[in-house]
């Protein structure tokens, strides 16, 4: 069983920028695979980035260029920097790691960007 808890949400004006935090527990060197979802109100959940245990990242064509994904394994943990922040970036974000077969969603962290 992996515990999976998201820190970092808040609101945010256009163009700012928040660090979203993933604890796990557990040693995240561990995990193959580990990424970030949204869903915005009315949509369906989407993926956001991924990050494998080598360290290669995926991203949505939608953030390209302006969030980054990474992972520190000495505090188990998983962030998502977003920079240029905008309103179509609302939403809750979700962590999920991947470990022996299974999905492990975190309770997410509401990201709102707004004037």
């Known amino acids: 069983q992996v515990q999976v808890a998201e820190s970092g949400g808040g609101l945010v004006q256009p163009g700012g920028s928040l660090r979203l935090s993933c604890a796990a527990s557990?040693?995240?060197?561990?995990?193959?695979?580990m990424a970030w979802h949204r869903q915005a109100p009315g949509k369906h959940r989407e993926l956001v980035a991924s990050?494998?245990?080598?360290?290669?990242?995926n991203y949505a064509d939608s953030v390209k260029g302006r969030f980054a994904i990474s992972r520190d394994s000495a505090k188990n943990t998983m962030y998502l920097q977003m920079d240029l922040l905008k309103p179509e970036d609302t939403a809750v974000y979700y962590c999920?790691?991947?470990?022996?077969?299974?999905?492990?969603w975190g309770q997410g962290t509401q990201v709102t960007v707004s004037s």
């Open positions: 990050i494998s245990r080598g360290g290669n990242a």
């Open positions: 999920l790691v991947f470990s022996a077969g299974i999905d492990y």
């Open positions: 557990g040693s995240i060197s561990s995990f193959p695979m």
